[in-house]
Every structure is written in structure tokens, then in C-alpha cells.
């Protein structure tokens, strides 16, 4: 691939709907790096840091909004969540291509200063089968599992401006229209400025 920018690839989902899974699929087939996220919440059993997120304390978290030091930031679920700006810059200029596992809110804003970036949404078949899947985790109380299914239907609502919608009730299926999805970003024009000078000799 003849000097091609880095893919930004968005995939919001509400909790539950198994977005976690389908990024790490993709990690797996495909070179693509993991933007590591700064958080304020405390790490979960097994969460590494430096590896699933920067886990910093709330001070730490707010010099860096001053210094401009993210792409984007949000407030998700009371926590201070946000992508770092320098290393996404430093992937994408490499041409390597970056996944980002963000809300809504972070989304909106990577969508008005990233002109590259593009927008997944994946969908729980229903907001039953949802339910059911956070029940099943186990890892959520019953009034985080009626915050996060509110958080839900707000973000499903809001979610048409994205350019793909994937209804991830066959993880197979949801994983095959992922990967079309993100190939067929790679092969934007945008990302090749120097293409057709280069096919044409000029
Ligand atoms: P969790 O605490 O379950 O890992 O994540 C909670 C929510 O925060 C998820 O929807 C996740 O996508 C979102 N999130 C994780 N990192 C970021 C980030 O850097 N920015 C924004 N806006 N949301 C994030």
C-alpha cells in the first residue's frame, strides 16, 4: 500500500451490546493499534494499566484538558474519559490505522476535528436481549444496570449520523460487516493524496 494515511475508526455501542469483543477481533486480524484512553474511574480486576486505559486521578485528568492534551473528552457514567491527541497524531502520520472505543459524546466531537475519522455504531438486537446481557456480566448492580440501560436508549437515539449501523445479534455476522466496513475505509482516496500523481508519473 503505496504511502496511505492511518484509518481512524470510531465504534461506539451502548454497554453490553459486545463492542469490546468485535475490537479486539479486529485487533487481532488486522495490524490496527488500540487508542489507549486516559480515565478517571478505578481500574476493574484484570484491567492493566497502560494497557486498557491510563488510569489517572481527576487533578491529573483536568491539567490535561487545560494543556489541550486530548482529541476529545467526556464525562461517561460520572468518570472523566478521554483519547490523548499526541500518540493518535503520531499513528496515523506512521499509516498505521487506530481503533477507538469511545461514547457518543466523544464520537460527536472526533467527527467535527478529525476529517479522516470514520463512525461505527453497533446495536443490541433489542433493548430485552441488552438487558439481559448486563444482568449476565454480573459485574453491575441493579441501579448501574438501570443507569447504563437509560444511558442506552439515549445514545441508540442519537445515533443516525453515523455510517454504519451493525446489529450484533450473530457475533460471526456482526465480526464479517466490521471487517467490511473497516477495509473498505482503507481504501479511501483521502488517505492516498499522493496516488494518482504517482500512477500518472507527475
Ligand atoms: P468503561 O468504563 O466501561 O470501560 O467505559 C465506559 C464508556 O466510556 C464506554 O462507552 C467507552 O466507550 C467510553 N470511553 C472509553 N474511553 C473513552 C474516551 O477516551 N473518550 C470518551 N468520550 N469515551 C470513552
Same mark, same amino acid.
Given at each position: 500500500m503505496?504511502?496511505?494515511q492511518g484509518?481512524?475508526?470510531?465504534?461506539?455501542?451502548?454497554? %453490553?451490546?459486545g463492542?469490546? #469483543?468485535?475490537? $479486539?477481533? /479486529?485487533?487481532e486480524e488486522?495490524d490496527?493499534?488500540?487508542? *489507549?484512553?486516559c480515565t478517571t474511574?478505578?481500574p476493574?480486576?484484570g484491567?492493566?494499566d497502560?494497557?486498557?486505559y491510563?488510569?489517572?486521578?481527576?487533578?491529573?485528568?483536568?491539567?490535561?484538558?487545560?494543556?489541550?492534551?486530548f482529541?476529545?473528552?467526556?464525562?461517561?457514567? %460520572?468518570?472523566?474519559y478521554g #483519547?490523548p491527541l $499526541?500518540? /493518535?497524531i503520531?499513528t496515523l502520520?506512521?499509516g498505521?490505522? *487506530?481503533i477507538?472505543d469511545?461514547?457518543?459524546?466523544?464520537?460527536?466531537?472526533l467527527?467535527?476535528?478529525?476529517p479522516t475519522a470514520?463512525?461505527?455504531f453497533?446495536?443490541?438486537p433489542s433493548?430485552?436481549?441488552?438487558?439481559?446481557?448486563l444482568?449476565?456480566?454480573g459485574t453491575d448492580s441493579?441501579?448501574v444496570?438501570?443507569k447504563r440501560?437509560?444511558?442506552?436508549?439515549g445514545?441508540i437515539?442519537?445515533?443516525h449520523?453515523?455510517e454504519?449501523?451493525?446489529?450484533?445479534?450473530?457475533?460471526?455476522?456482526?465480526?464479517?460487516e466490521?471487517?467490511?466496513?473497516?477495509?473498505?475505509?482503507t481504501?479511501a482516496?483521502?488517505?492516498?493524496?499522493?496516488?494518482?500523481?504517482?500512477?500518472?508519473?507527475?
Amino acid at each position: 500500500m503505496m504511502g496511505r494515511q492511518g484509518v481512524p475508526l470510531i465504534l461506539c455501542a451502548p454497554s %453490553g451490546a459486545g463492542k469490546s #469483543t468485535l475490537v $479486539k477481533k /479486529l485487533c487481532e486480524e488486522f495490524d490496527l493499534s488500540f487508542s *489507549i484512553s486516559c480515565t478517571t474511574r478505578l481500574p476493574r480486576a484484570g484491567e492493566k494499566d497502560s494497557i486498557h486505559y491510563h488510569f489517572i486521578d481527576k487533578d491529573t485528568f483536568e491539567k490535561k484538558i487545560q494543556a489541550n492534551e486530548f482529541a476529545e473528552w467526556a464525562i461517561v457514567h %460520572g468518570n472523566y474519559y478521554g #483519547t490523548p491527541l $499526541k500518540p /493518535l497524531i503520531e499513528t496515523l502520520e506512521k499509516g498505521k490505522d *487506530i481503533i477507538f472505543d469511545i461514547d457518543i459524546q466523544g464520537a460527536a466531537q472526533l467527527l467535527l476535528s478529525l476529517p479522516t475519522a470514520r463512525f461505527v455504531f453497533i446495536l443490541p438486537p433489542s433493548l430485552e436481549i441488552l438487558k439481559n446481557r448486563l444482568e449476565l456480566r454480573g459485574t453491575d448492580s441493579a441501579e448501574v444496570i438501570e443507569k447504563r440501560m437509560k444511558n442506552a436508549i439515549g445514545e441508540i437515539k442519537n445515533s443516525h449520523w453515523f455510517e454504519a449501523w451493525i446489529v450484533n445479534d450473530n457475533l460471526e455476522r456482526a465480526y464479517d460487516e466490521l471487517r467490511s466496513f473497516y477495509l473498505s475505509c482503507t481504501l479511501a482516496p483521502k488517505l492516498r493524496p499522493q496516488l494518482i500523481k504517482n500512477i500518472l508519473g507527475k
